[in-house]
């Protein structure tokens, strides 16, 4: 898809970041001292406009925040970011999203998230964006903010010809509608959120296949499946093609999937072939997980292409 246009049109949640090191992870009922606490701009969708916007990419966000001090300070990092804000609505009297994190050893982490703000996001507000909509090259959107609005954004961009690609996640306990998938172009599942959609563990090649394939049945053109270190499949011409990830310390995933979802549409708006955007978003997720925290970790185009 060579294009000049390089709008990105990003629909989703925004959230602060509460961060605790831990050497493990606590049972229910346990207590235990954790360490390193930082506070992070966050959610996956501002961590998606913020990897389109560090590469280069024209990041419109559409979101709500909180009338709070949370939301002040992510009003204002977001503009740092040269992403446009008209469509970030701000609620009174509701508080802005909000993210607890611990991180083990090896970089895992649990992420518990206290929507606020975030679970009004609604079709009005879409209403309201719909001229970026329809200007966008693409449009990008997660599953933590409420489906009538995704649905709505998803219609609005199928029908003016801008491709759509969703993130399933978190993914919800009920499936998918079929009113979202039949209006998605690409999706980017990990392997966790693919076996939710499809009840196929991804362990090897032919389970890769198996997965996309059920995914396709559902209506969604084209499937990328993330696999964390070793990568992403996806199918080109009906045979499945693996990208190895780049192989590095790991010291914290949070937002490696955010900022491979970013990288791969600015790639793809760059007119890059998917197999070669899937690596370029492989090497920015690689560079995300040697940092601490969501945006902070997000890497630069210079470091990127
Ligand atoms: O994908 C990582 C993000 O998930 C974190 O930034 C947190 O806010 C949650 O939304």
């Given at each position: 898809m060579a294009t000049n246009n390089k709008k990105i049109v990003i629909v989703g949640s925004s959230n602060t970041d509460l961060v605790v090191r831990v050497e493990h992870f606590p049972q229910a009922g346990e207590t235990i001292m954790g360490s390193d606490f930082m506070t992070a701009q966050g959610g996956k969708g501002a961590n998606q406009a913020v990897a389109v916007a560090r590469l280069g990419g024209e990041a419109v966000f559409v979101a709500r925040l909180g009338n709070d001090a949370f939301g002040e300070v992510t009003l204002a990092a977001l503009r740092s970011e040269g992403i446009d804000t008209r469509h970030v609505t701000r609620t009174e009297g509701v508080a802005s999203g909000v993210a607890t994190i611990t991180v083990d050893k090896s970089g895992e982490n649990c992420i518990v998230v206290a929507g606020g703000a975030n679970m009004l996001l609604s079709?009005?507000?879409?209403?309201?964006?719909?001229?970026?909509?329809?200007?966008?090259?693409?449009?990008?959107?997660?599953?933590?903010?409420?489906?009538?609005?995704?649905?709505?954004?998803?219609?609005?961009?199928?029908?003016?010809?801008?491709?759509?690609?969703?993130?399933?996640?978190?993914?919800?306990?009920?499936?998918?509608?079929?009113?979202?998938?039949?209006?998605?172009?690409?999706?980017?599942?990990?392997?966790?959120?693919?076996?939710?959609?499809?009840?196929?563990?991804?362990?090897?090649?032919?389970?890769?296949?198996?997965?996309?394939?059920?995914?396709?049945?559902?209506?969604?053109?084209?499937?990328?499946?993330?696999?964390?270190?070793?990568?992403?499949?996806?199918?080109?011409?009906?045979?499945?093609?693996?990208?190895?990830?780049?192989?590095?310390?790991?010291?914290?995933?949070?937002?490696?999937?955010?900022t491979f979802c970013g990288a791969l549409c600015v790639a793809l708006t760059k007119g890059m072939s998917m197999t070669d955007a899937i690596a370029l978003a492989c090497k920015a997720a690689s560079i995300s997980v040697t940092r601490r925290g969501a945006q902070p970790s997000v890497p630069t185009a210079a470091e990127v292409f």
């Open positions: 079709p009005e507000d879409i209403a309201k964006a719909a001229e970026e909509i329809r200007s966008a090259s693409l449009l990008l959107m997660q599953l933590e903010t409420p489906l009538p609005a995704l649905i709505e954004a998803a219609r609005l961009a199928h029908e003016n010809g801008v491709k759509v690609v969703l993130n399933p996640a978190p993914y919800p306990k009920q499936p998918l509608p079929m009113e979202l998938l039949q209006n998605v172009d690409i999706i980017i599942p990990n392997e966790t959120e693919a076996a939710y959609m499809t009840g196929i563990q991804i362990t090897d090649d032919d389970s890769a296949i198996a997965s996309i394939r059920k995914i396709q049945s559902m209506g969604v053109k084209e499937a990328i499946i993330t696999v964390g270190k070793q990568g992403a499949y996806t199918l080109s011409d009906n045979q499945l093609v693996r990208v190895p990830a780049v192989a590095v310390q790991a010291v914290d995933t949070t937002a490696a999937g955010d």
